[in-house]
């Protein structure tokens, strides 16, 4: 990026009676759009301010301080965002064209549908000509691609995102939502996509030379000429099956969930306990609401399936997927999900207490060493659940019941508190 002028550089009250103005202009009540292009922003402090649909094109914003900022529809074309923190900014269908964000932290970033495409821009003169790139009278900038080396998009949501042509070379894409994404002639070499979620995004061309894409989820993804050389693809989820096949089990899945239920009423008097491990239910009807009281499902995988509200009291699901399942409200007390995967599961008001048996016997649930990021476990009971080890890296745990759990060695959310300026 080339800039011929000095910029200027607004001074604090300069700047609040411009975002006061925006404020008016946003909720319709006369006001004047944040006309900020070129503006020398670098620095400054703007945590939690609403610049949606504010004109940046060409700012100097390196190192701002924009956490929870709210950039919906912004144009922030050719900007300069290198070392800027936008931990949990908002940035819908933002206009990032050419600009640059090389060591950026965009943590839990909503950049949907924004446009992170290369893209060159130039003001005119009086007379209507275009200043060059080596003037020394007017403004110019020529953009080339996006620029996002070493950035942090963690969590960040990208779906639908325009990316074509960015240079994302050894970004941290850990756990980012990119489906639909079109990643066409992007350099993420050496990128990190651990557990990303690039559910029919467009890789074709892309170099993921030595990029790390252990656990992504690939379904229906396009990878026509995509480069993995040396890259790490353990446990990729693909349209490929991930294990048995439904059609394996000799029995449509309906009935033997039916044979199931009666096994459980009539404590074994009648039917038959279903055995799921290993199976891949991706294409199997909702279970929302089944009675699966100690079913047996040991690495089997239910990426994605609805399971709201089911019964699984007991069940063994050690090493099983349930990325992206619908847990809420689910019974899951005693439940032995050692080594299952839980990333993005909604757990909400999920129950997993301790089983106590008319016996007496007490079983706890079991977590040990469970991957549970970016699991919704809001309002979820974990009273003595053993998590020893598990990974709850970005998970939402407001108002869950975490009373003497095991955390041992556990990985937990560090999610920073955020003040407004």
Not at 136 to 156: C, D, F, H, T, W
Not at 217 to 234: I, R
Not at 348 to 359: K, T, Y
Request: hydrophobic residues 45%; neutral net charge.
């Amino acid at each position: 990026m080339i800039v011929t002028k000095p910029r200027h550089r607004p001074s604090h009250a300069e700047l609040k009676r411009i975002l006061d103005q925006h404020q008016r202009f946003l909720a319709g009540r006369g006001g004047v759009r944040a006309l900020l292009a070129f503006a020398d922003l670098s620095g400054r402090a703007l945590i939690g301010v609403n610049l949606a649909e504010a004109d940046l094109s060409g700012a100097c914003l390196r190192g701002a301080y924009l956490a929870d900022a709210k950039l919906d529809k912004a144009m922030l074309f050719g900007a300069d965002l290198n070392e800027a923190d936008m931990e949990g900014a908002s940035l819908v269908a933002a206009n990032l064209r050419g600009a640059t964000l090389r060591g950026a932290n965009l943590t839990r970033a909503n950049l949907l549908r924004a446009d992170l495409r290369s893209g060159a821009i130039a003001t005119k003169d009086l007379k209507g000509n275009l200043y060059s790139t080596t003037s020394e009278s007017g403004m110019a900038i020529k953009a080339g691609p996006a620029e996002l080396q070493g950035a942090r998009l963690v969590n960040a949501n990208l779906t639908d995102a325009d990316i074509t042509g960015a240079i994302a070379t050894e970004t941290d894409f850990t756990d980012a939502i990119l489906r639909g994404a079109n990643l066409t002639y992007a350099n993420l070499q050496n990128a990190k996509l651990i557990g990303a979620d690039l559910e029919g995004a467009d890789l074709s061309a892309t170099n993921l030379r030595g990029a790390d894409l252990e656990g992504a989820v690939l379904t229906s993804a396009k990878t026509e000429l995509t480069d993995f050389h040396g890259a790490s693809l353990k446990d990729v989820l693909t349209n490929k099956p991930a294990g048995k096949p439904l059609e394996a089990l000799g029995i449509g899945i309906e009935d033997l969930v039916r044979q199931h239920i009666l096994w459980v009423e009539s404590a074994g008097a009648d039917g038959k306990p279903a055995d799921l491990s290993g199976v891949d239910l991706r294409n199997g009807p909702s279970l929302k609401g089944a009675n699966l009281t100690a079913l047996r499902a040991e690495n089997a995988t239910f990426y994605g399936l609805d399971l709201e509200g089911a019964s699984l009291q007991g069940a063994r699901l050690q090493g099983a997927d349930l990325r992206m399942c619908g847990l809420a409200g689910a019974d899951l007390r005693g439940a032995q999900l050692q080594a299952a995967t839980l990333n993005r599961a909604d757990m909400r008001e999920a129950n997993l207490e301790p089983l106590v048996m008319d016996s007496g016997r007490h079983y706890p649930t079991n977590l040990e060493g469970a991957r549970l990021r970016c699991a919704d476990l809001r309002g979820a009971k974990l009273r003595e659940a053993n998590l020893c080890g598990a990974d709850l890296s970005e998970a939402h745990l407001a108002d869950a019941d975490l009373r003497e759990c095991r955390l041992d060695q556990a990985k937990l959310p560090q999610r920073r508190a955020v003040a407004k300026a």
